[in-house]
Each structure stands twice: as C-alpha cells, then as structure tokens.
Nanobody, 123 residues
C-alpha cells in the first residue's frame, strides 16, 4: 500500500514562496507518475503539476506555469513543489498523488493520495 504524506504548508504573505514536500512509502515510488493538486474551499480539486517517473518530464496547469516547479528525488522517495510569487488565490489544500502509467491532469486517474497540506496566502 502506497502512503503519501505532505508537508511544508503554512501561512505566507502574498509575494512569498513555499516549498511543499511529499514523502512516500510502500510501493515502487520510482515507477509512479506523481502529481500535485489543490482544492480551495467550495471548489473542485484542481490539477497543479505532474512529473513522470524519471523526473525528466514535467507538466503544469496552463494557468500556473512559471510560478510552480515540481521535482522528484527517487533516491529519497520524495517529490517537491516550489511555489513562488504566491497570491491569495493560491490558498488551498495541496495534495500529492501517485499513479502508474502516464502523466495526466485528471484527479480521478490517480490511485493514491495524501491527506493534504494547507497553504494560506494573506494579502
């Protein structure tokens, strides 16, 4: 059973940065596509970024390109999400997720999910 645990969320002022991390255990991490999603209150879960199993290819939601960077360390079984120039509209619970196969933006395609970490951006 794959387990995912996010960390790194918090309260930050607009314009600041955060680095979220997701530690995994169980399964074969290096074979999974990993993704980050977020969900704001009253809104649907939204795709943020994904990275293939080698780390050589990354994918981002069009609206978020440029401020978000996803990375992975297969030796440590972790993925990170660097968020720069934070905006109040980035406030959400951020989730990491894992799936076999190819990278996708649809949340329903991901098999394993963490509990999420809260990011709150004050104006």
């Amino acid at each position: 059973q794959v387990q995912l645990v996010e960390s790194g969320g918090g309260l930050v002022q607009a314009g600041g940065s955060l680095r979220l991390s997701c530690a995994t255990s169980g399964g074969t991490f290096s074979t999974y596509v990993m993704g980050w999603f977020r969900q704001a209150p009253g809104k649907e879960r939204e795709f943020v970024a994904a990275i293939n199993w080698t780390g050589g290819r990354t994918y981002y939601a069009d609206s978020l390109k440029g401020r978000f960077t996803i990375s992975r360390d297969n030796a440590k079984n972790t993925i990170d999400l660097q968020i720069n120039s934070l905006k109040p509209e980035d406030t959400a619970v951020y989730y990491c997720a894992a799936k076999p196969g190819i990278a996708e933006s649809r949340a329903t395609r991901y098999h394993y999910w963490g509990q999420g970490t809260q990011v709150t951006v004050s104006s």
